[in-house]
């Protein structure tokens, strides 16, 4: 029943900019921080940033910093990427969790390539 759903990835060229979005189901939304992970190729999943319950960013990864914002709408159980100035090692597979404080669930993620 839970479940996690990515989209809005592909293929965009350096300086390009995409939205992903992560629909969520079968679980108190507004209960749970939500938080974006990419894995590039070859490269262990790694934390991009975080929001929780209240909204407030958090954990955001260093190499993304003013350029990648995350948001929620707690009414329509999605949590946002938004990623301006792509960069080619921004490549990776996105990935949606949700956390509560003793479980978490995963999306089955959406590959966001950049490339000239």
């Known amino acids: 029943q839970v479940q996690l759903v990515e989209s809005g990835g592909g293929l965009v060229q350096p300086g390009g900019s995409l939205t992903l979005s992560c629909t969520a189901s079968g679980f108190p939304f507004p209960w749970y921080i939500m938080s974006w992970y990419r894995q590039p190729p070859g490269r262990e999943r790694q934390l991009v940033m975080s929001?929780?319950?209240?909204?407030?960013?958090?954990n955001i990864k260093d190499s993304v910093k003013d350029r990648f914002t995350v948001s929620r709408d707690n009414a329509k159980h999605t949590v946002y990427l938004q990623m301006n100035n792509l960069k080619p090692e921004d490549t990776a597979r996105y990935y949606c969790n949700a956390r509560a404080y003793d479980h978490d669930y995963w999306g089955q993620g959406t590959q966001v390539t950049v490339s000239s």
């Open positions: 929001i929780n319950t209240n909204g407030d960013t958090t």
